[in-house]
């Protein structure tokens, strides 16, 4: 496997590395049918090579000796050589499909199990679409070639040297100009099979960047119909089609002058030696039957030259797929995991934010935060509010570890996380976010999504608590009900409430709610705000807060702006003591609070994203 790569997952590896030989590991496994397979794929080329031979005699003993016995025993001995080869043709078909199938499903696996394992950081430079071309295009060419091509290149390569070594039993004289013209043949397949691997890696990109387009403009329908851009991405999309297009044609165009050339040189020569064959018969220095033996020997060497060509073809492509795929699994998450075992304690001093600094990988010279110090009680209800990029999203991310600060510490009861498994660390916490994420099954899945082993009742009670129990009940199934990718068939507010009712059913210990009832109206929040207050009973809460309103009531509200903590404090002392949380309420409680703000509007903090 290519070393680990540190910049795009789909950068150029080492020539020095063979990629296809990098797919050991995932045919390893199957050693013991790999090796059946190539006993029977020995069997039916020797089986092949044995048929020449068969005819030979036919003709020498049966024919020229007009020997009826001799006929019929070569009959039966051809038909029992083609018995032979059936056999062993769909045996070997049928375990390298097999093969070819299993060792696909199990890269796709393995590619899709290591992306899901990586941070955002990842995604940041990486578009899904690309990804999903991979496991889709590249994990195809590669079960044509393990399923398919290879069992057929060996099978010819095998016919190929037979061929030749029984073209030299056969006539010695003959087969040396048969041998001459492969070393001619064989110049033209190497250069051109070079220029097919990296047209072929040019092309699988192209596709992969059509997919990536194609992706994106799909998750964003409702925007490029209300902008009336369809005419504009359909034509950047052809645009897109046709680069990959003529990206291919290049590649085809290469393929087809290699087998143009392959197939030319060779039958030319086989017609020269052919032509000498015939006048050795003529002289007397060969039978008829010897001459039938050579050519089909060289017919048969001819196809296998051809065959050859065209799967050295299907494997540059395939290493250029292998190449893609292995970088993206050797691609390492920004994010590393705790090289120990360490619990977080049940108890202790709760969630502290030791002087952490942080910026994004893709914008590295601006800081998210600087040297942020917090610390939240066990239990405490404490809510973050600021203006746009002052860093309150920033906080959850960290806090789930889906970056690292790079500097400063993060602390759950005197533990640092990043000694702690991702997935013990995540399952302490839940996670309500403003963009409600809504899978493709039904209501129930959705909320038992952080608690699979949930009960019914234990789902509906969760429902309740999020306000969510009476719309779901009117669904054609109610909670049977299948919701429609990214859960289309409901509104904005009825999925932000699955979404808060599947955190109440995870039940974490830490809370985190991000804008939690943006998109439900005024009586809807009412409710569901007294319902997320119940469940953040006896749980540390860290709230993102828009609406001041629904933060009053916190324990703590910390006011941060550019990615430092300004003002902490209760609401009403917050109002005369921090000018921009009161500007911040004066914005949306009314004019009753402006004459508590300072003169003068700050424009940098309208926004409260």
């Known amino acids: 496997m290519p070393d680990a790569v540190t910049s795009s997952p789909f950068s150029r590896p080492s020539p020095r590395i063979g990629p296809l030989i990098a797919l050991l590991p995932f045919l390893r496994p199957y050693a013991g049918r790999w090796a059946l397979a190539f006993v029977a794929l020995v069997t039916s080329a020797g089986a092949t090579l044995v048929l020449p031979v068969a005819f030979k005699y036919l003709i020498d003993r049966g024919f020229a000796g007009g020997d009826r016995a001799h006929i019929d025993r070569y009959f039966l001995a051809l038909f029992v050589v083609s018995l032979v080869l059936a056999g062993a043709t769909a045996l ?31 995604f940041e430079t990486t578009q899904t679409g690309e990804v999903l071309s991979r496991l889709t295009t590249d994990t195809t ?64 990109d192209k596709i992969a960047n059509t997919s990536a387009l194609a992706g994106e403009v799909l998750n964003a329908m409702p925007t490029v119909q209300s902008y009336t851009q369809e005419p504009f991405e359909a034509h950047r999309f052809a645009g897109a089609v046709e680069a990959a297009f003529d990206t291919a044609l290049t590649r085809i165009r290469a393929r087809a002058w290699l087998t143009a050339v392959v197939i030319v040189l060779v039958f030319s020569a086989i017609v020269f030696v052919l032509w000498l064959g015939a006048q050795a018969v003529l002289a007397g220095r060969m039978t008829a039957g010897q001459l039938s033996q050579f050519i089909l020997y060289a017919v048969f060497t001819a196809g296998a030259v051809g065959a050859v060509a065209e799967v050295w073809g299907d494997l540059q492509r395939a290493a250029g797929a292998t190449e893609r795929l292995l970088q993206l699994l050797a691609a390492p998450s920004p994010v590393v995991e705790a090289g120990t075992t360490v619990a977080l304690p049940l108890q202790g001093e709760g969630i502290r934010f030791d002087n952490v600094s942080f910026s994004y990988p893709s914008r590295s010279g601006i800081a998210a935060l600087s040297a942020l110090s917090l610390e939240v009680r066990p239990g405490e209800h404490v809510a973050l509010v600021g203006p746009s990029g002052a860093g309150k999203t920033t906080l959850f991310q960290l806090l789930l570890r889906f970056y690292d600060p790079q500097s400063g510490r993060i602390l759950i009861n005197g533990v640092p996380t990043c000694d702690v498994p991702l997935v013990e660390l995540r399952k302490e916490i839940g996670v309500v976010l403003q963009e409600s994420v809504i899978f493709s099954g ?65 039940n974490p210990p830490i809370l985190l709610l ?19 207050d119940n469940a953040s009973q006896n749980r540390t809460t860290l709230v993102i807060a828009h609406r001041l309103a629904t933060v009053q009531q916190a324990d703590r509200i910390v006011v941060l ?49």
Do not use: C
């Open 92 to 122: 070997r078909f049928y375990l390298v499909s097999w093969l070819g199938e299993r060792v696909t499903a199990d890269l796709r696996r393995a590619v899709y199990d290591h992306v899901l394992g990586m941070s955002p950081q990842f």
């Open 141 to 204: 060419l590669i079960q044509t070639v393990v399923g398919t091509s290879l069992s057929l290149g060996l099978r010819n390569f095998f016919l190929l040297t037979g061929g030749v070594a029984m073209l030299a039993v056969t006539s010695p004289v003959l087969s040396g100009y048969v041998i001459a013209t492969l070393v001619v043949v064989v110049a033209p397949v190497v250069i051109f099979g070079r220029r097919v691997r990296r047209l072929s890696r040019a092309s699988q």
């Open 442 to 506: 039904s209501v129930l899945d959705n909320i038992r999504y952080g608690a699979p082993d949930a009960t019914l009742a234990q789902v509906q009670r969760a429902a309740d608590m999020a306000a969510a129990a009476g719309f779901i009940e009117e669904l054609p199934r109610g909670y049977d009900t299948f919701l429609g990718e990214r859960g289309v068939r409901l509104s904005g507010g009825q999925r932000q409430r699955i979404a808060i009712a599947r955190a109440i059913l995870k």
């Open 514 to 532: 991000d804008e939690a009832t943006s998109a439900l109206d005024a009586a809807s929040e009412r409710l569901v705000q007294k319902a997320l």
């Open 561 to 609: 702006d550019q990615g430092r903590i300004v003002a902490q404090g209760r609401h009403a002392e917050l109002l005369l003591s921090s000018p921009l949380y009161a500007q911040l309420a004066a914005l949306q409680f009314g004019e009753q609070l402006g004459q508590r703000a300072p003169r003068g509007a700050v424009s940098d903090h309208v926004g409260l994203a």
